[in-house]
């Protein structure tokens, strides 16, 4: 693993690692953020899985969240959002498929197969190695946006009991009926539609596997809100399967990284409080 930039943030570290990664066959760079209190034991950590046309930077450098996570002592993790480095065909044409489109799921289809397996990655691999070269503790929340939110709902809802809480901006709840999805899970795993359910946030919720809350915030002039986002199939499934939800609705607020900074340190303050912190009474060092 090599170092490839490190800023002091807030009394802790905000650094960006490269390595190498087996499950996607090229080399990845991540993003980690350090609490002060990492210098004394290990932290818990939050995963943060962004949108498309992200890579590990968009957040660090948009959401300003370094300053509550400090206080709280909570390191964040923040992945690329696709495999790099590669030149499949077509996979650098367009936004919403290929590089900075991974979509957090495990590709079945060529050529596609042999590098785009994003859930492995978030799931398995990335959390080992944060592991074995950082002071982070078990305990784990996750998050994200738009994909990275359809990523974290999905992570956590096939997965219960391993992260403490999950929450998301405006996911995209419902890819195996929306435009983004189709074409995704299309291109990653091919024709048959009954294989997408296994990634499709409102099937899963329908699945009833796990009934883990989730807190999901949605701005309502989010430019994607009608055409890909549609949170009230959530709203209607976990009414449904009386599975726990917070969906709370925000005038204004569009899609980008301004909703996110305006509303992180609410759900911060929600993942301390299932990972068992403190809360904001340690300062910066
Ligand atoms: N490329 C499209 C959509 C891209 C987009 O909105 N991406 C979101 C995630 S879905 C994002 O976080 N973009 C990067 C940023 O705002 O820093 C557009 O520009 O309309």
Same mark, same amino acid.
């Given at each position: 693993?090599?170092?490839?930039?490190?800023?002091?943030?807030?009394?802790?570290?905000?650094?960006?690692?490269?390595?190498?990664?087996? &499950?996607?066959? @090229?080399?990845? *760079?991540?993003?980690?953020?350090?609490? $002060?209190?990492?210098?004394?034991?290990?932290?818990?950590?939050?995963?943060?899985?962004?949108?498309?046309?992200?890579?590990?930077?968009? %957040? &660090?450098?948009?959401?300003?969240?370094?300053?509550?996570?400090? /206080?709280?002592?909570?390191? *964040? &993790?923040?992945?690329? =959002?696709?495999?790099?480095? =590669?030149?499949?065909?077509?996979?650098?044409? !367009?936004?919403? %498929?290929?590089?900075?489109?991974?979509?957090?799921?495990?590709? =079945?289809?060529?050529?596609?197969?042999?590098?785009?397996?994003?859930?492995?990655? &978030?799931? !398995?691999?990335?959390?080992?190695?944060?592991?074995?070269?950082?002071?982070?503790?078990?305990?784990?929340? #996750?998050?994200?946006? !738009?994909?990275?939110?359809?990523?974290?709902?999905?992570?956590?809802?096939?997965? $219960?009991?391993?992260?403490?809480?999950? !929450?998301?901006?405006? $996911? #995209?709840?419902?890819?195996? +009926?929306?435009?983004?999805? *189709?074409?995704?899970?299309?291109?990653?795993?091919?024709?048959?539609?009954?294989?997408?359910?296994?990634?499709?946030? @409102?099937?899963?919720?329908?699945?009833?596997?796990? /009934?883990?809350?989730?807190?999901?915030?949605?701005?309502?002039?989010?430019?994607?809100?009608?055409?890909?986002?549609?949170?009230?199939?959530?709203?209607?499934? @976990?009414?449904?399967?009386?599975?726990?939800?917070?969906?709370? /609705?925000?005038?204004?607020? +569009?899609?980008?990284? %301004?909703?996110?900074?305006?509303? *992180? +340190?609410?759900?911060?303050?929600?993942?301390?409080?299932?990972?068992?912190?403190?809360?904001?009474?340690?300062?910066?060092?």
């Amino acid at each position: 693993m090599e170092l490839v930039a490190r800023q002091r943030s807030f009394g802790g570290w905000q650094s960006r690692y490269k390595h190498r990664s087996e &499950v996607l066959n @090229c080399d990845m *760079i991540f993003a980690i953020y350090l609490p $002060p209190q990492a210098e004394k034991g290990p932290v818990p950590v939050l995963w943060w899985l962004s949108g498309l046309t992200c890579n590990d930077e968009n %957040f &660090v450098t948009k959401a300003g969240a370094q300053r509550l996570a400090a /206080r709280l002592g909570m390191a *964040i &993790v923040c992945p690329d =959002t696709s495999p790099r480095g =590669t030149d499949l065909p077509g996979e650098h044409e !367009s936004y919403d %498929f290929g590089s900075g489109a991974g979509f957090y799921v495990n590709a =079945t289809e060529a050529p596609w197969a042999s590098h785009y397996r994003m859930y492995d990655y &978030v799931v !398995s691999e990335l959390p080992a190695l944060v592991r074995e070269h950082f002071p982070v503790s078990e305990r784990e929340a #996750i998050s994200g946006h !738009s994909m990275g939110g359809h990523g974290a709902l999905v992570c956590a809802l096939k997965n $219960p009991g391993r992260y403490d809480s999950v !929450s998301a901006f405006a $996911p #995209i709840v419902n890819p195996a +009926d929306c435009d983004w999805g *189709i074409k995704a899970f299309t291109g990653y795993l091919g024709e048959d539609r009954s294989a997408w359910l296994a990634w499709d946030t @409102c099937a899963l919720v329908a699945e009833g596997k796990s /009934r883990q809350p989730l807190l999901v915030d949605q701005g309502l002039a989010d430019n994607f809100l009608d055409s890909q986002l549609h949170p009230e199939r959530l709203e209607k499934v @976990c009414a449904e399967h009386d599975h726990p939800l917070q969906l709370r /609705r925000h005038e204004h607020y +569009d899609h980008s990284y %301004f909703f996110i900074a305006s509303l *992180i +340190d609410d759900h911060l303050r929600y993942h301390a409080r299932h990972l068992g912190l403190a809360g904001e009474a340690q300062q910066p060092a």
